[in-house]
């Protein structure tokens, strides 16, 4: 009965009108749907419910499956991006115009003028019986020492200066013949736990001048699984390789990964190692964490540079022996720029003169008439500064996180037929009341056949 019925029936006759109405748990499923459909937050299922003509309630259907179809095209578009796992990396340009010309400072590369600062020096020097001279012609190295003390108090204890300064002597005499074309020293800059590979990355170092590297430093950090296949841990191959540098922390770095695979393939084919990978004395076999300590091919045996080339072209073989090569996670470089001065001073030359007769490397054999040319054919000195504090860090970052899915699932979801989160509390609500529902049925089915048996017996 509706409710003005019961209001009737109570008036005409003396009884409760709250007896007359129907207890909410027996209402029928068809009421609770309807009354779902007429409340609910979500669009177009209301115009459904109210609809009074058929024509009005066939719009409403068709425009409510066709939103609703489009929605869910977007939503799986969103998911389906987001399981391709796409990154990004954010780089930020500023532009001026117009730009203010840059500050050119331009110094003498000595800092000091000898002929004002010979005399205060030895004067400073013989009063703390440093020395005992008054030769303003002649400076010797050992007097050199205590410049540092005479221009500041030094008090770098316990710190470093952030500079790095060595000298070198090439011993060109020395070289073997036709291995080499150019008389030269290497220099490499690279991060602490980066494997050196100088034959790859090293600058070259030409005699006679002093060097100045000036360097920044940039790192680049990619996302790990599943946006890239990046690995920072030695395998068991490359970690027995490093074990031979005492005392160092080297990290996964994909070239040396390759050497390492190169070795162990061409052990597998040859029975013996590429001699030009000397560094790599050991090996450990695909399948197995046994290392092995190999021998190295003759030079002459062509089946070393023929296992290389073979792993190399064979992508079966490359993917058995080299497939824990991927790139680093983490990478340091360091920029760097160059710069060199003619060296030795003349200064220098009788002290180099004299390391280098004091050496326990043979002379050449006119060394006695051109030691002034030999020097200048061989001697090195090597700077280096950091030019910046400032380290440029490059960050891959995932461009759809979790939480940017999930927006955009709501996005599409509100702005096509307006569900959000209280609208699923809604169809919950609806479920559990029409279980609620069928419960209630069940038990009173229930009590009626029990009624039933008992008045039967």
Same mark, same amino acid.
């Given at each position: 009965?509706?409710?003005?019925?019961?209001?009737?029936?109570?008036?005409?006759?003396?009884?409760?009108?709250?007896?007359?109405?129907?207890?909410?748990?027996?209402?029928?499923?068809?009421?609770?749907?309807?009354?779902?459909?007429?409340?609910?937050?979500?669009?177009?299922?209301?115009?459904?419910?109210?609809?009074?003509?058929?024509?009005?309630?066939?719009?409403?259907?068709?425009?409510?499956?066709?939103?609703?179809?489009?929605?869910?095209?977007?939503?799986?578009?969103?998911?389906?991006?987001?399981?391709?796992?796409?990154?990004?990396?954010?780089?930020?340009?500023?532009?001026?115009?117009?730009?203010?010309?840059?500050?050119?400072?331009?110094?003498?590369?000595?800092?000091?003028?000898?002929?004002?600062?010979?005399?205060?020096?030895?004067?400073?020097?013989?009063?703390?019986?440093?020395?005992?001279?008054?030769?303003?012609?002649?400076?010797?190295?050992?007097?050199?020492?205590?410049?540092?003390?005479?221009?500041?108090?030094?008090?770098?204890?316990?710190?470093?200066?952030?500079?790095?300064?060595?000298?070198?002597?090439?011993?060109?005499?020395?070289?073997?013949?036709?291995?080499?074309?150019?008389?030269?020293?290497?220099?490499?800059?690279?991060?602490?736990?980066?494997?050196?590979?100088?034959?790859?990355?090293?600058?070259?170092?030409?005699?006679?001048?002093?060097?100045?590297?000036?360097?920044?430093?940039?790192?680049?950090?990619?996302?790990?699984?599943?946006?890239?296949?990046?690995?920072?841990?030695? =395998?068991?191959?490359?970690?027995?390789?490093?074990?031979?540098?005492?005392?160092?922390?080297?990290?996964?770095?994909?070239?040396?990964?390759?050497?390492?695979?190169?070795?162990?393939?061409?052990?597998?084919?040859?029975?013996?190692?590429?001699?030009?990978?000397?560094?790599?004395?050991?090996?450990?076999?695909?399948?197995?964490?046994?290392?092995?300590?190999?021998?190295?091919?003759?030079?002459?045996?062509?089946?070393?540079?023929?296992?290389?080339?073979?792993?190399?072209?064979?992508?079966?073989?490359?993917?058995?022996?080299?497939?824990?090569?991927?790139?680093?996670?983490?990478?340091?470089?360091?920029?760097?720029?160059?710069?060199?001065?003619?060296?030795?001073?003349?200064?220098?030359?009788?002290?180099?003169?004299?390391?280098?007769?004091?050496?326990?490397?043979?002379?050449?054999? =006119?060394?006695?008439?051109?030691?002034?040319?030999?020097?200048?054919?061989?001697?090195?000195?090597?700077?280096?500064?950091?030019?910046?504090?400032?380290?440029?860090?490059?960050?891959?970052?995932?461009?759809?996180?979790?939480?940017?899915?999930?927006?955009?699932?709501?996005?599409?979801?509100?702005?096509?037929?307006?569900?959000?989160?209280?609208?699923?509390?809604?169809?919950?609500?609806?479920?559990?009341?029409?279980?609620?529902?069928?419960?209630?049925?069940?038990?009173?089915?229930?009590?009626?056949?029990?009624?039933?048996?008992?008045? =039967?017996?």
């Amino acid at each position: 009965m509706s409710n003005e019925t019961i209001k009737y029936v109570a008036t005409i006759f003396p009884i409760d009108a709250e007896v007359l109405k129907a207890d909410p748990k027996s209402r029928r499923t068809g009421s609770i749907i309807k009354e779902f459909s007429l409340n609910t937050s979500t669009h177009g299922i209301p115009g459904i419910a109210r609809s009074q003509s058929i024509q009005n309630r066939i719009f409403w259907c068709i425009s409510t499956l066709i939103f609703t179809g489009v929605m869910i095209f977007f939503i799986t578009q969103s998911i389906r991006e987001y399981f391709e796992y796409p990154s990004q990396t954010s780089v930020s340009i500023a532009v001026g115009w117009p730009q203010a010309f840059p500050a050119v400072t331009i110094c003498n590369y000595s800092p000091l003028r000898y002929d004002r600062f010979i005399g205060p020096f030895l004067n400073y020097t013989n009063t703390l019986n440093l020395t005992n001279t008054t030769d303003t012609t002649n400076f010797t190295f050992a007097q050199s020492l205590y410049i540092n003390d005479f221009l500041v108090r030094d008090n770098s204890e316990n710190g470093g200066t952030g500079l790095f300064q060595s000298r070198f002597y090439v011993h060109q005499h020395q070289y073997v013949p036709y291995i080499l074309y150019a008389t030269r020293m290497v220099a490499l800059v690279r991060d602490n736990v980066q494997f050196p590979y100088i034959e790859m990355a090293g600058m070259y170092l030409a005699p006679g001048r002093h060097h100045k590297f000036s360097y920044s430093k940039k790192s680049n950090v990619f996302l790990p699984a599943p946006y890239t296949t990046c690995n920072d841990k030695p =395998n068991l191959g490359m970690q027995i390789m490093f074990d031979q540098y005492q005392g160092a922390d080297y990290a996964h770095t994909q070239y040396h990964c390759y050497g390492v695979c190169i070795q162990a393939y061409t052990y597998q084919k040859c029975g013996c190692g590429h001699p030009f990978r000397w560094a790599i004395r050991s090996v450990v076999l695909p399948g197995t964490d046994k290392a092995i300590n190999i021998s190295f091919c003759d030079i002459n045996n062509p089946c070393y540079t023929d296992a290389a080339a073979e792993l190399m072209s064979t992508r079966s073989i490359w993917t058995t022996y080299c497939s824990d090569c991927i790139q680093e996670c983490s990478t340091s470089d360091f920029m760097i720029k160059s710069s060199s001065l003619l060296a030795p001073p003349q200064f220098l030359m009788n002290d180099i003169k004299r390391f280098v007769e004091s050496s326990k490397i043979p002379l050449p054999s =006119n060394w006695s008439t051109s030691w002034v040319s030999e020097i200048q054919y061989n001697y090195v000195s090597l700077e280096v500064a950091y030019e910046t504090s400032r380290t440029e860090i490059y960050t891959e970052e995932a461009t759809l996180s979790p939480v940017g899915v999930l927006s955009n699932v709501g996005g599409q979801t509100g702005l096509w037929i307006g569900i959000s989160f209280l609208s699923l509390m809604e169809i919950a609500e609806m479920i559990y009341r029409l279980i609620r529902y069928q419960c209630h049925k069940l038990r009173k089915t229930l009590r009626k056949r029990h009624t039933t048996q008992q008045i =039967n017996e």
